[in-house]
């Protein structure tokens, strides 16, 4: 979940978004209906922005978001009309068919009403704020000695590959620390970013959140489970991303570097844990050109203190 607030990544970290980026972000897909997805709140940050180049771009979102209003109401109609059909075909005779259609209509009414009032609404909410692997969201790199916010693709396409390749191997939204010699070695060292959020989720099992063995013909079931930091903080986190050729222009992707999972977050029934850097480690880990992987390693090591509470996560 990234920092929605705009104001701080200027007042905190001195960082300012790179219009030209957002500009390629927001056009460069060859059809609205292909639109690349953003937090909410990212796009938002361009709604009172004054400079004309951040209002076309604002325009241009609008324009999407209408665009994906008419695609939902289309698809409400449609689910409306399924519902309908099943509840009328249960009244003369019950069937799993019908008894699906009504279930899964039901499911999908609700999350397209909900995806329209995000459409719709200004009023800022929670859920505004959260990405998910193959999402954009908002990387800060360094860029002729001044920090630059750029929309990144939450998976990384490694040095040498093309989308065909990368298909193949989907977890690269995360680096892992013990892999970077032998998988990451191209970015280390060489392309650093960090991403600014107040919440990471993760899928555990239940049975092992839970600390039990599964009962007998118990299967087991995943539970997305939300972690902030206490005392409550920005977790700056250290990452890797890369400019890939894509088609005519360029891909920006990148991976959140992690590790061996804090003991709370292991308690909890996962196996790894995003890296935080310390504020003070924010200029040497975005300059790491001339720097000994030692000192790199070093800035992971040396970690603000915080202790990871969990939670069931909530329904949006």
């Not at 509840?87 to 009414?109: F, G």
């Amino acid at each position: 979940m990234i920092q929605a607030d705009y104001d701080k990544y200027v007042r905190h970290f001195g960082a300012t978004m790179s219009l030209e980026e957002f500009a390629i972000n927001v056009w460069s897909a060859p059809d609205r209906a292909k639109k690349k997805r953003r937090p909410k709140a990212m796009e938002d940050w361009l709604r009172d922005r004054p400079e004309p180049e951040a209002q076309r771009i604002w325009q241009e979102l609008l324009a999407q978001r209408a665009a994906r209003e008419t695609e939902l109401q289309q698809e409400l109609f449609k689910q409306k009309k399924r519902l309908a059909d099943a509840e009328r075909s249960l009244l003369t005779k019950t069937t799993k068919k019908a008894q699906d259609d009504v279930r899964i209509a039901t499911d999908k009414i609700s999350k397209i009403k909900l995806d329209i009032d995000d459409l719709q609404r200004t009023e800022p909410k929670a859920r505004d704020a959260r990405f998910f692997p193959g999402n954009y969201a908002p990387v800060i790199v360094m860029e002729a000695g001044r920090k630059v916010i750029k929309p990144m693709r939450y998976q990384c396409r490694l040095p040498g590959w093309n989308e065909v390749v990368e298909r193949k191997y989907p977890g690269t939204y995360n680096a892992r620390r013990d892999s970077i010699p032998k998988t990451w070695s191209d970015l280390f060292g060489h392309r650093h970013g960090i991403i600014v959020v107040t919440a990471f989720y993760e899928n555990v099992e239940r049975h092992l959140m839970e600390h039990r063995d599964l009962a007998e013909g118990e299967s087991s079931e995943n539970v997305v489970l939300e972690f902030r930091p206490k005392p409550e903080q920005d977790m700056v986190i250290a990452c890797l991303w890369n400019e890939s050729p894509d088609g005519d222009g360029h891909l920006l992707s990148f991976a959140a570097i992690t590790d061996d999972p804090a003991p709370e977050v292991a308690a909890a029934g996962h196996d790894r844990t995003i890296i935080q850097i310390k504020p003070e480690h924010i200029d040497a880990w975005l300059t790491p050109e001339g720097r000994s992987l030692d000192e790199l390693q070093t800035i992971l090591d040396d970690r603000p203190t915080a202790y990871y509470e969990h939670r069931l996560e909530k329904a949006a």
